[in-house]
């Protein structure tokens, strides 16, 4: 008669298990240390206020962000939303000048569809690679937006009341921006978690083989998602010039990179199948804290880009280890 041997599981190999299988916990958990930390180096300025705050700037990196987790869902990337924001935000600064609110936000979102659908039908249709494809058309945004600018040099520029509401405003403590971001966020989170087209994002990024195979139409589902992605990107600059009330030709560029390390944080793959947007929100706020932190530490902005370039690179090296053991 055989017996057999039950080799208890090391603790510490429990604990990497249970992180692995909640996400969540540990991101919550860094966010809270931030927090506290940050309350010990500055003490008070955890409060109602800083909050509000908080959240405010967190939210239009949390929406960049949503375009990146679902773009990395397909193994991609979209470096292109940082150049469509900021188009989207300075044309309706200006137009809104001479023209009405309704066509003034109209002229504002046609470039973001347009870049979403040349990225779409690049990545998809001619097979160009993500980082290529969104970083030409950011770069042709970039041109064009400049060429933009002197045509309407002259007549100056002005910011929506109701931009500015949105993205400054409070309503008993609460920052309005919350009114545009959390049906946008749970629209996001549904449609990853529960609809066909969320389901064909995870098995592209999966297996891009099977799933052609399988007869999914992939040039359909690459377009659209470039699409939604920029046009994301575009609320965003209208969201975020509200916010920061004064225009300018690189207003959403400084958010790219840490768009991407929030997608990355939150525990989306940038191998694509792996990852959902609740966690980019906490990597958005984990980010917003994190810059807090370091402006009281006085670090320069290339220091927190080189930062930010590092997380990305731990998270993803962490990742890759989790894979092997698994």
Partial sequence: MSTTVITPVPFGRRIKRFMADRPLIPLIILLVILVVILQILRPGIVNERWIANTIKFAIPLAILAGCQTMTMLTGGIDLSVGTVATMSAFIMATQVVNQDPAMAFFLAMMPAVLIGLVNGIGVGVFRVHPLIMTLGTSLI??????????????????????????????????????????????????????????????????????????????????TALYIISSMLAGIT??????????????????????????????????????????????????LTVLTTLLTILQMPEGARRILFGLIVLFVTAAYLRIVEER
């Avoid at 921006?177 to 995870?202: C, D, K, Q, S, W």
């Avoid at 975020?240 to 400084?254: F, Q």
């Fill in 237 to 286: 600059g209208l969201l975020y010039i509200g916010l920061i009330k004064a225009p300018s030709l690189s207003l959403a560029e400084p958010l790219v990179l840490p768009s991407v390390a929030a997608a990355v944080i939150g525990g989306t793959s940038i191998f694509g199948g792996r990852g959902g947007y609740t966690g980019t929100i906490i990597g958005a706020l984990i």
């Fill in 141 to 222: 945004g970039t041109g064009c937006l400049q060429v933009y600018q002197r045509t309407v040099i002259a007549s100056g520029a002005k910011i929506p009341d109701f931009l500015a509401w949105l993205g400054t405003g409070l309503t008993w403590g609460i920052p309005n921006a919350l009114l545009l971001f959390v049906p946008l966020a749970a629209l996001i989170v549904f449609t990853l978690a529960r609809t066909g087209f969320g389901r064909l994002l995870y098995a592209v990024g999966d297996n891009e083989r099977a799933t052609r195979l399988s007869g999914v139409q992939y040039w359909q589902v690459i």
